[in-house]
């Protein structure tokens, strides 16, 4: 088959070990891929030297280019572009008719993008939902910024994104049960589940080798900030330092958690690590005895990563990738911004090490069946399924 892997952005964070990741593992198989983007951020060289590893021998084929000249981004948002909204027209300008056999549209924008080309081009696509929907992140991003005095239209909108996205798609595939019920009684169209892969430690370090450390890394931006974490340290041990590494999307929201943390005099117990590629993410992984991941979404391959590295996990229940685990068997899933229930779960792994490291060991048995390899044929059934 001839294979288009659609995305909005290469942005730092699971976008471009997943775009990666499927054109290999699906190349792998006999098929030829090709990533297709619509624009060349900013971002790219800082994307390129972490994501190297994910996106070396990659063909990419973008929609628009560099950032056009016309192109703003919407009142109010840090992401949502006036392209985005033309990409519909803009696609069919691009790509030929039948140029693929089909379309793995990964989000919400990708695919109003892939709609305009089954539409004028006659390619049918699937729609991919390892990332949150529109209307999921409108309410838990900007609902406490200006734009609640507008959110009713705005949610509306955002709703019908969310369904035009859907409604064009063969079939559509979610990597858990967060998002699925919306998106399949949106679209009515056949809901396959598919889990994101990743790459596990050789060996299980244990826990005596291990650093007394939270790790936490992620795309730290304006509806994500890491401020809980200080909040966290403040509330246990003092002994147990915090390791957090990632991309800033703004370096202002950098600026001022390094501020607070001198405010709180918590220097000597938190080290910013920068951005991670693939070889740090395992080595940090395999000698911090936990990791801890704060926001709750449509996946989390960060927990994922870990647990395949042997560390104890904490995620908020309800995440896809809590769907892969137990809780109180691989780890610990209290709700989302409960400061009180995520401190009480955090003592409790370093107050008992055994038992952690027994949590760990499993959560790294279990997370090893989630590889690329086992993603790749699983992804190639489905597109042969609803092609």
Known sequence: MKIGIFISELAP?????VI???YKGLEKLGHQCEAIVLIDSKKGDQVSSVYSFHL???????????????DFKLPGFSFFSLHHLLSFFAAPFVIKRKEYDIIIANGQFAAFAAWGLKLFRGIPYIFYVHC?????????TYSKTWLRFLYPFIYAFAWLLDASAS???NALITSGKLHKERFCRLSKNPCENLVLGCFSSEVFSPYNQREKAILTYDRWDIGNKPDIFLDLLEHTDKSIK??????????????NFLKEIKKRGLETRVELLGALDEKMILEL??????HVHHNQEAFGMQTLEAAACGACIIVPAGSGVADLFEHGVHGYFPEENNLAELTRYVKLVFSDLNKAEIMGKRAWEKAKEYNWPNYSQH??????KHI
Do not use: N
């Open 13 to 17: 964070g699971s976008a471009p070990k």
């Open 20 to 22: 990666g990741q499927t």
């Open 56 to 70: 070396s021998g990659v063909k990419i084929k973008y929609i628009y280019g560099k950032r056009p000249a016309w």
């Open 132 to 140: 949150d929907p529109c209307t999921y992140t409108l309410k838990k």
């Open 167 to 169: 409604l064009g798609a």
């Open 242 to 255: 915090l390791k957090i590494g990632g991309f800033w999307y703004l370096e202002s929201i950098k600026e």
């Open 285 to 290: 992984c395999s000698k911090v005895i936990l």
């Open 379 to 384: 992804l190639e059934a489905i597109l042969k």
